[in-house]
C-alpha cells in the first residue's frame, strides 16, 4: 500500500481540513486506516452520491435564500468537490443561490456571515508589499484572478470590503460552468476604503474605515498590483470586477494591451446581450443592421454592449459612424445628446444630434427603438407606459431588463409581459420563473454574463493566450446564440437552458481558443485538435482514491 506523495506524513484532522482533499464520509476504509483518520468520522462510508442527496435536502429545507447560500459557501470552505458535484448537477436551482441574485444580499451582509478567507484582502496599507501579500497564497500556479475594489457592487453601489463575494462567487461560476480546476482561481478584495457611510460608522464593518482613495495613489496602487500578479502568477487572466465606471474604462483602457486582461461589467456583458440579440433575429426576422438600440444606463454596461454592437454592425458592412448612430443612451439626465456638456468622456461616441429628452418615455417616442435595454440598476424604470410605447412600436419588441440583482431589476417577466400581451421578447440579469398569459407560458431569457465570460476564460487559460481581446467577445456572442434551440425560442427564451452551461463554456472556449492561435496570441504551439485541449482542462468534482 502506497500514500500519495502529496499526502505522506499528513495528519488526518489537517486533511479534513483542507477543503480540496476532503472527501468526508466518504474516505474508505483503506484510507482512513492508512491517513489516520479512522475515529475521526462516523463509522459508515458514503457515496458522493450520497452526500450529494444529503446536501441538497439540507438545502431545500434552508427557510431563506440567504440561508441556502450561507450553507453552500460553508460546504465550499470544507469541502470543494461535493459542492461543485451539488452545483453542477443542479445548475438551474443553484446558480441563482451561489450567485446572482442572492450574493448581493450576501455582500450586503458580509461582516454577519463571514466565516473564513476564500482570497486575498489587499489594502491601500499595503502599498509597497503586495507581491509579498500575493506570495501567502497556498496555490502557485493561478490562471485566473477576479478583483474587486468594491465600488460598485451589482446595482447595490459602494460595498466596500463587502463586496468580497463577488469575486469569490464570480470564480465559483468558472468552475460551476467551464470546469476551470478551482486550485488555479484567485479572488481579491483590493479594499482602498468606502464612501458608504453606513458602512464606515458600523464596528462589524471589516475593511478599512475610511475615505475611498483617489487619483495618484490610487492609480499606483492598481498598478503595484497588475505588476505584482504578472511577477507572481505570470501565466493568470485578470478579471476586474465591479469598479466605478470612471476606474474600470480606464483601468480596461491602460491594461487591456499590456497584459492578459478583462473587465466583464464592460465586456462580458456586452457578449452575452449580443448574443441575446443575435437570437431575437431568430424570431422578429431582419437583419441586425435594421434595428435601433436604447439604452437606460449609460455606464460600463451600457457602453461596453454598445461597442460590441457597433463591432457586429461594422462586420455586416455599416461604417464604425454608421453603427454608432444606430446606438442611443439615456443617463439620469435624459438622452445622451451631442449638445450637452455635463457627459463622461465613455459616453461621448454615443452623443448624437438630437434634441433634448428629458426623460426615458419621452426617448422612446420619438426615437422609436426596436430594443430597450436597461442597465442601470434603477428598479421598475421600464413602466407601463414606456413598455406599451414599445409594443405600439413593434410588433416583438425587445425589452431586456439586465440590471441586477433581481430587486434592481427595469421591470417583471410578467409585467413586460402583461403590458405587450405577450408579444415581448425579454431577457433579465437574475432569473424570473416562468409566466404565463391567456394559456400561454412564457420562459424568460436569463442574459447573465455566466454565459459567456467562463467559457471566454477557459479559452485563454487551455490557450495559455498573452491578451483578451474584443474580438474574443464577439466570437463567443456568436457561438452562444448559435447553442439556442428552436425549442429555446418557441417557448420566448433567446438564451440556452441553464442545464447546458458546461457544454455551452465548452464551445464558446474552443472558438476564444482558436482565436487566440489564428491572432498568435497563444503561447503554446496549436494543437491539431482544439476541442480536445479545451476538454483537458476542464476539471470534473469527483473522489481521487488517496492510496
Known amino acids: ?11 488526518g484532522v489537517a486533511l479534513l481540513h ?8 466518504s474516505f474508505t476504509e483503506v484510507e482512513r486506516d492508512a491517513l489516520g483518520l479512522r475515529g475521526l468520522l462516523p463509522p459508515k462510508v458514503t457515496t458522493l452520491e450520497q452526500q450529494c442527496s444529503k446536501v441538497l435536502s439540507n438545502v431545500r429545507h434552508k427557510a431563506s435564500d440567504l440561508d441556502k447560500y450561507t450553507y453552500l459557501i460553508s460546504l465550499q470552505e470544507r469541502n470543494a468537490t461535493l459542492f461543485y458535484r451539488v452545483v453542477m448537477d443542479n445548475m438551474f436551482e443553484l446558480m441563482p443561490i451561489i450567485y446572482t441574485p442572492t450574493v448581493g444580499l450576501a455582500c450586503q451582509r458580509y461582516a454577519l456571515i463571514f466565516r473564513r478567507p476564500q482570497g486575498l484582502f489587499i489594502s491601500s496599507n499595503d502599498r509597497g508589499r503586495v ?26 453601489g459602494d460595498l466596500g470590503a463587502c463586496g468580497m463575494g463577488i469575486p469569490v462567487g464570480k470564480l465559483s461560476l468558472y468552475t460551476a460552468c467551464a470546469g476551470i480546476d478551482p486550485t488555479k482561481c484567485l479572488p481579491i478584495m483590493l479594499d482602498v476604503g468606502t464612501n458608504n457611510k453606513t458602512l464606515r460608522d458600523d464596528p462589524l464593518y471589516l475593511g478599512l474605515g475610511q475615505d475611498r482613495l483617489r487619483g495618484p495613489k490610487y492609480d499606483e496602487l492598481v498598478e503595484e498590483f497588475v505588476t505584482a500578479v504578472q511577477e ?11 469598479f466605478g465606471n470612471t476606474n474600470a474604462f480606464r483601468m480596461l483602457r491602460k491594461y487591456q494591451d499590456r497584459v492578459c486582461t478583462f473587465n466583464d461589467d464592460i465586456q462580458g456583458t456586452a457578449g452575452v446581450t449580443l448574443s441575446g440579440l443575435y437570437s431575437s433575429l431568430r424570431i422578429t426576422g431582419g ?5 435601433k438600440f436604447l439604452f437606460f444606463g449609460a455606464g460600463e454596461a451600457g457602453v461596453g454592449i454598445c461597442n460590441l454592437i457597433v463591432r457586429a454592425l461594422v462586420a455586416e458592412g455599416l461604417t464604425e459612424q454608421a453603427a454608432r448612430e444606430r446606438c442611443w443612451l439615456v443617463d439620469s439626465h435624459g438622452l445622451v445628446t451631442k449638445n ?11 452623443a448624437h444630434d438630437h434634441a433634448p429628452m428629458p426623460d426615458l418615455l419621452a426617448a422612446v417616442e420619438a426615437l422609436k427603438p426596436t430594443a430597450l435595454i436597461g442597465v442601470s440598476g434603477q428598479p421598475a ?16 419588441p425587445l425589452i431586456f431588463a439586465l440590471s441586477n440583482p433581481t430587486s434592481k431589476a427595469e421591470c417583471t417577466a410578467e409585467q413586460a409581459y402583461t403590458w405587450t400581451d405577450g408579444r415581448a421578447i425579454f431577457a433579465s440579469g437574475s432569473p424570473f420563473p416562468p409566466f404565463t398569459l391567456k394559456g400561454v407560458t412564457h420562459v424568460s431569457g436569463q442574459g447573465n454574463n455566466s454565459y459567456v465570460f467562463p467559457g471566454v476564460g477557459l479559452g485563454v487559460i487551455a490557450s495559455h493566450a498573452r491578451r483578451v481581446t474584443d474580438e474574443m467577445f464577439f466570437v463567443a456572442a456568436k457561438t452562444l446564440a448559435s447553442l439556442v434551440t428552436e425549442a429555446d425560442l418557441a417557448s420566448g427564451c433567446v438564451y440556452p437552458d441553464l442545464q447546458r452551461i458546461r457544454e455551452v ?11 487566440a492561435f489564428e491572432r498568435k496570441l497563444a503561447d503554446i504551439p496549436r494543437p491539431r485538435d482544439v476541442a480536445a485541449l479545451v476538454r483537458e482542462h476542464m476539471y470534473e468534482p469527483v473522489y481521487k482514491s488517496y492510496v
Not at 18 to 25: A, E, I, S, W, Y
Not at 340 to 350: F, G, V
Not at 381 to 396: D, G, Q
Not at 505 to 515: D, Q, R, T
Request: proline letters at 5%.
Open 287 to 291: 437583419k441586425l443592421t435594421d434595428k
Open 340 to 350: 450637452r456638456t455635463d457627459l463622461a468622456e465613455h459616453k461621448l461616441p454615443y
Open 131 to 156: 507581491a509579498d501579500l500575493l506570495r501567502n497564497w497556498p496555490q502557485h500556479d493561478v490562471r485566473m484572478i477576479v478583483v474587486t475594489d468594491g465600488e460598485r457592487i451589482l446595482g447595490l
Open 232 to 242: 507572481v502568477f505570470p501565466k493568470a487572466c485578470l478579471q476586474f470586477e465591479d
Open 505 to 515: 463554456s465548452g464551445k464558446i472556449a474552443e472558438v476564444v481558443a482558436n482565436l
Open 381 to 396: 424604470a421600464f413602466t407601463e407606459p414606456i413598455v406599451k410605447a414599445m409594443a405600439r412600436l413593434n410588433k416583438r
Open 18 to 25: 483542507d477543503p480540496l482533499r476532503n472527501k468526508g464520509t
Open 1 to 11: 500500500m502506497t500514500i500519495a506523495t502529496d499526502l505522506q506524513g499528513e495528519q
